[in-house]
Nanobody, 122 residues
Framework: QVQLVESGGGLVQAGGSLRLSCAAS????????MGWYRQTPGKARELVAV???????DYADSVKGRFTISRDNAKNTVYLQMNSLKPEDTAVYYCAAKGVRTVVPSPRDDYWGQGTQVTVSS
């Protein structure tokens, strides 16, 4: 019913930039919050940034000042602009949508993308 597709990952040198995009598709009424998580082998998935429909944002301390999350509500799309990238940012980045209201009622209200690899070389 709802699919999230990420794009924009890749290989970049330390100090460089990448912009991730995530588009949610389906018969969607609204999405309360959209965010980005990341995960490396052997570590738990962690929240990187989140943005509500109203535009409120929150960031992990490790990315504050370097990453910017934004959202286009009309397109159900969320972006993550990543600047001044560090090798520590290397991870699989996952897009998430929380509080999703769909045209067809569903007990599920959260969805995840498949992830996109971000690799930062030193």
């Amino acid at each position: 019913q709802v699919q999230l597709v990420e794009s924009g990952g890749g290989l970049v040198q330390a100090g460089g930039s990448l912009r991730l995009s995530c588009a949610a598709s389906g018969l969607i009424f609204s999405i309360n919050a959209m965010g980005w998580y990341r995960q490396t082998p052997g570590k738990a998935r962690e929240l990187v940034a989140v943005i509500t429909r109203g535009g409120s944002t929150d960031y992990a301390d490790s990315v504050k000042g370097r990453f910017t999350i934004s959202r286009d509500n009309a397109k159900n799309t969320v972006y993550l602009q990543m600047n001044s990238l560090k090798p520590e940012d290397t991870a699989v980045y996952y897009c998430a949508a929380k509080g999703v209201r769909t045209v067809v009622p569903s007990p599920r209200d959260d969805y995840w993308g498949q992830g996109t690899q971000v690799t930062v070389s030193s």
